[in-house]
């Protein structure tokens, strides 16, 4: 007999692989890295004055400067304060006018009319009704960033609901399950796809609503801080509130990305 065939490994184990795969793209760093040194050569050369825009360079010492004196952390804790609240009562209005419109034929008929006109009201130019009803201080902060939130929740949630395979529907109905069982077990779990991007739609629109809200009669937050900071001309101020507003933003989407890949595990 001969020497038995030894079989082949693939000096790559799947770990490895599936960790290689991982590793992120540092190719996606080169165009702003890019724009970040002509950015910088543009102010170096003085085609970019410091009154219309000041260096990276400058704007870095400013956010250190800024970090150290407490004063960014203050506006951070603030201006984070006003999107949490916002957030839990703008998305628990649009999750319950979701669901109810997508569970229940007179739901809809009832609740999806208004939010429909509701929706497609300017939400920004409501800023002198909110003072006028709210006055001047943290609610009508709040009551904007919890408006921009509900509707992109509410749409995605009544969408998902609506969107359910009815086969799905049909085969829990067949398995014996009950009303609730089939709510929880098939309707809920099919919709969540679209409620997580109704979640990630809904954050980025709160950031939104919070610049604008934060610039108007404003004492505190990264609004003020920008708006305080255009009156002496100190665009190096303007650009690091800027930046910590899209770090935010960013921030808060990766942790709903992060939650959307273990909640829908089940799809792979």
């Excluded at 009704?129 to 009508?140: A, D, N, T, Y």
């Excluded at 990630?200 to 009669?217: D, H, K, P, Y």
Aim: glycine share 10%; net charge positive.
């Amino acid at each position: 007999m001969g020497a038995p065939v030894r079989a082949e490994t693939n000096p790559e184990s799947p770990p490895t692989a599936k960790k290689r795969r991982r590793l992120p793209d540092l190719r996606r760093w080169i165009s702003p890295l890019a724009i970040v040194a002509l950015w910088q050569i543009a102010c170096g050369t003085g085609f970019l004055p410091p009154d219309k825009l000041s260096s990276p360079w400058t704007v870095l010492q400013s956010g250190i400067e800024l970090t150290r004196s407490g004063e960014l952390g203050d506006a951070f804790v603030v201006s984070t304060t006003r999107v949490g609240i916002g957030f839990v009562i703008g998305g628990a209005i649009g999750l319950v006018l979701g669901i109810v419109a997508g569970l229940s034929r007179w739901g809809n008929f009832l609740v999806d009319p208004p939010v429909q006109m509701l929706r497609t009201l300017p939400f920004l130019g409501l800023i002198p009704l909110f003072i006028l009803w709210f006055g001047i201080g943290e609610e009508p902060k709040i009551a904007l960033v919890a408006l921009g939130v509900a509707f992109p929740l509410y749409l995605n949630v009544h969408s998902g609901i609506h969107n359910v395979d009815s086969h799905l529907i049909e085969a829990a109905t067949a398995l014996g399950f009950t009303r609730t069982e089939r709510l929880f077990h098939v309707v809920l779990p099919a919709a969540l796809p679209n409620t997580l991007v109704g979640l990630r739609q809904s954050l980025g629109i709160a950031w939104l609503s919070l610049i604008v809200g934060e610039q108007v009669n404003a004492s505190s937050g990264l609004g003020y801080l920008i708006n305080n900071a255009r009156e002496f001309l100190r665009t190096d101020v303007i650009v690091v509130g800027l930046v910590v507003y899209a770090a935010l933003g960013l921030a808060t989407d990766a942790i709903v990305r992060l939650v959307e890949r273990r909640a829908l595990q089940w799809r792979s």
